[in-house]
């Protein structure tokens, strides 16, 4: 009875206080903007996809790390652990150890979905096998960390309890590890889509606009360094209460940034349909109502996919290809009439200039 007395007497304050403000807001903010990104798709008529279904997960995951977090600090996460009476401290370690596992739940799941968007925007072989290579490595080196993560301490208790007799992995060594994979892994979903984007028949300022929010996710990689540079004295502190409490802090900027950084493009969508003069639609994964792919467009990707499996020699432009801009805003290619055989030409002439580069991109 006293110990629960003493849990409840320390509520959300003290030195963990700011934490819990940063929580709150970047936590309702990730809620906000996937809790959109539904709203977008089912609006569009859209059912949900893949990446859909894994940031939804990934909410799910942060969401829980955010309570977990604040129930160990309402029974004293943050306080010096001498403060704290040791049924309250063993409390305290199980919810720390509860989030560590969470977060990294939250992180691989959101990069998940962000490869599993690229793979559904970008339709050419190679990027496809590039995009398939990197989702490999995140979800097998996610899911072993989450399991060295249970079984970091043998005893199990020992991760809770450090009176317990055992032996624990090397800790720091663990940590900068885990952050190093994921520094790497943000860093190469940042830059892969760039070039592709590059290849687009876009003009230059939608081009531009769509580096722009592919980027987005600079914000992650300054996270996930700035968080880095934490570990060391956080895992070295003999004082896992009070010491751990400046990386956990940045564990939760993380994992939320990553979320929001994932839905935030899909903001405009929304704006398209509330303010359809302000924001004409550019959704990011959506094709406007009332568009089809042209047969030209689908000739001109099929013969470049053959042209890159080595199946012809030569790619030949359809014999008439040329761009038309919708009212939703889109480029797209369109069969023209004779007249344009020009045109066809430069379009033949610029598919010869890029048999070496990466493959051309669909937008899905």
Not at 144 to 161: K, M, N, Q
Not at 321 to 333: H, M, S, Y
Request: charged share 20%.
């Amino acid at each position: 009875m006293s110990s629960s007395l003493s849990a409840r007497s320390y509520g959300l304050g003290g030195r963990a206080r700011n934490m819990i403000i940063v929580e709150f807001v970047m936590t309702t903010t990730a809620m906000l903007l996937v809790a959109n990104r539904i709203f977008s798709r089912r609006c569009m008529g859209k059912a949900w996809a893949a990446d859909d279904f894994a940031i939804v997960a990934s909410m799910v995951f942060c969401i829980a790390m955010n309570v977990v977090n604040m129930v160990g600090v309402n029974y004293g996460y943050g306080r010096p652990s001498k403060s704290l009476s040791s049924d309250d401290l063993i409390t305290v370690m199980k919810l720390f150890f509860a989030l560590q596992i969470l977060y990294k739940f939250t992180i691989n799941l959101t990069k998940i979905s962000i490869l599993l968007l690229y793979r559904r925007l970008f339709d050419t072989r190679r990027f496809r096998l590039i995009c398939h290579l990197v989702l490999f490595y995140v979800a097998m080196y996610g899911l072993a960390s989450i399991i060295a993560t249970g079984l970091e301490c043998s005893p199990i208790r020992r991760v809770f309890d450090k009176a317990v007799e055992g032996s624990c992995i090397d800790l720091t060594a663990f940590w900068y590890t885990t952050a190093t994979s994921n520094i790497v892994t943000d860093i190469v979903i940042l830059i892969l889509p760039l070039p592709v984007i590059q290849t687009l028949r876009l003009p230059k300022r939608q081009k531009y606009g769509l580096m722009l929010i592919f980027t987005l996710g600079i914000f992650v990689c300054a996270t996930s360094i700035i968080r880095m540079t934490t570990l060391n004295l956080s895992s070295r502190s003999l004082d896992q209460s009070a010491g751990t409490l400046v990386s956990t802090l940045w564990t939760i900027v993380e994992a939320n940034t990553a979320i929001i950084c994932a839905c935030l493009p899909m903001i405009r969508c929304t704006l398209s349909l509330l303010f359809p003069h302000l924001f004409p639609a550019f959704c990011i994964g959506e094709q406007p109502s009332g568009t089809r792919r042209s047969a030209g467009v689908a000739m001109l990707q099929q013969q470049q996919r053959r042209q890159q499996d080595g199946d012809i020699e030569e790619a030949k432009a359809p014999e008439c290809i040329t761009t038309e801009v919708t009212e939703a805003g889109r480029v797209v290619a369109v069969p023209s009439s004779n007249e344009n055989h020009a045109r066809a030409e430069e379009v033949k002439d610029e598919m010869e200039l890029r048999r070496n580069s990466s493959a051309t991109v669909v937008a899905a």
